[in-house]
């Protein structure tokens, strides 16, 4: 019944894995990756040091599933926000400036 | 109430409130109500990473040009000094589990000022940002945003703005908008989280946390996780998107 505690050695692994990930965070940024990636290559590096921050600096691995459900509620709350909106701003071809092309914000 | 009368079995650790039956489901509530309330935090962040991608995709060279200006190493320092207050953090929450209260005690005075430093450092790239006038509108009185702009063929000047083809100065500052609001709410949540770590040291320096009871801790420790993820997505958006169309 009581709480799992994590040992050291998983603290210290997560610790050097997450300055690995912004040591090649940084790297992978002056590269020019093909297909213009380097945002995608950023977020998911971005991704990866977060979810292990979550799984075991926050003990989310060991917790209960009633706190999974919490977190993932966030992430999909977050997805209706950036899909509803983005499903708007991107589909409005009247606030198209005609010489760029590129969509006015007002 | 009679409680000093009664004895420890029957009602439990001294810091067990009345409303819960063990220390146990005590702990339990304590982080869910945490999470909950992260939650609430991310749809807040989240509504500063979404105004980001609308803009930053609206107008992508000027982001990159804004966003060079920017100084990746201090950036990256900064992530680092984060990182590893995050971990000292989580130590601290280890060894208040174990019961090892001087180490305890240690690990959140080093949070403490690795957050501090942080702070310190946020600091300096602000002041450099005031001085190359890129405090967006009139912020600062007698500052407003007007940044020199280099001009082809002169040589390379780390105060003045590069302007990538297609960047423009007004959708610059734009950027910088976004940049102020969202490292500066960040930085109010480490101001904030130093506070309650202080609180956390002046508690631990008590004796009120042990294996049985460190609430405080846990959940005050996933504050200081979520602050530092947050940064984890800020550094690569902000200082690192543009990198790529300077080199060479």
Redesign the interface.
């Known amino acids: 019944m009581s709480e799992h505690i994590v040992p050291v050695r998983i603290y210290v692994t997560i610790f050097l894995v997450l300055l690995s990930g912004t040591a090649l965070t940084v790297v992978a940024a002056f590269y020019d990756f093909p297909w213009q990636l380097n945002t995608v290559v950023a977020l998911t590096i971005a991704t990866v040091k977060a979810t292990f921050v979550v799984l075991y600096f926050m003990h989310v691995r060991y917790s209960s599933r009633l706190i999974w459900v919490i977190v993932a509620s966030a992430l999909f709350w977050m997805g209706i926000m950036f899909a509803l909106t983005f499903s708007d701003y991107r589909t409005r071809p009247w606030d198209r400036d005609r010489t760029s092309g590129i969509v006015i914000i007002y | 109430m009679t409680t000093q009368a009664t004895t420890p079995e029957v009602h439990g650790h001294r810091s067990l409130q009345h409303h819960f039956e063990n220390m146990?489901q005590q702990?339990?509530a304590g982080?869910?109500g945490m999470?909950?309330f992260?939650?609430t935090e991310?749809?807040f962040f989240?509504?500063m990473f979404?105004a980001y991608?609308?803009?930053r995709s609206?107008?992508p060279a000027s982001f990159a040009s804004a966003s060079n200006h920017l100084d990746?190493t201090l950036g990256?320092v900064n992530?680092?000094v984060l990182?590893?207050s995050?971990?000292t953090?989580?130590?601290a929450v280890?060894f208040t589990?174990?019961g090892k209260r001087r180490p305890q005690i240690l690990c959140l005075v080093v949070t403490l000022l690795l957050g501090l430093t942080f702070l310190g450092v946020k600091a300096v790239e602000y002041y450099d940002k005031y001085e190359d006038h890129l405090i967006p509108g009139r912020l600062i009185p007698g500052n407003p945003f007007n940044p020199a702009v280099q001009e082809e063929g002169q040589p390379k000047d780390p105060h003045k703005l590069h302007l990538l083809p297609g960047a423009s100065v007004r959708q610059v500052e734009m950027f910088y908008w976004i940049y102020f609001a969202m490292t500066g709410m960040h930085a109010l949540h480490m101001v904030i989280g130093a506070g309650l770590l202080t609180f956390l040291i002046i508690f631990s320096l008590r004796g009120r946390f042990d294996p049985e009871y460190h609430s405080p801790v846990e959940v005050i420790?996933?504050y200081w996780?979520?602050v530092?993820?947050v940064w984890?997505?800020l550094?690569?958006?902000l200082y690192?998107?543009g990198?790529?169309f300077e080199?060479g």
Do not use: C, K, N
């Open positions: 146990e702990r339990e982080t869910l999470w909950v992260l939650v991310i749809m989240g509504g979404l991608t609308l803009y609206t107008y990746i990256a992530t680092g990182i590893l995050s971990f953090m989580a130590m280890y589990q174990v420790g996933l996780h979520f530092d993820i984890i997505f550094f690569p958006l690192l998107l990198r790529h080199h």
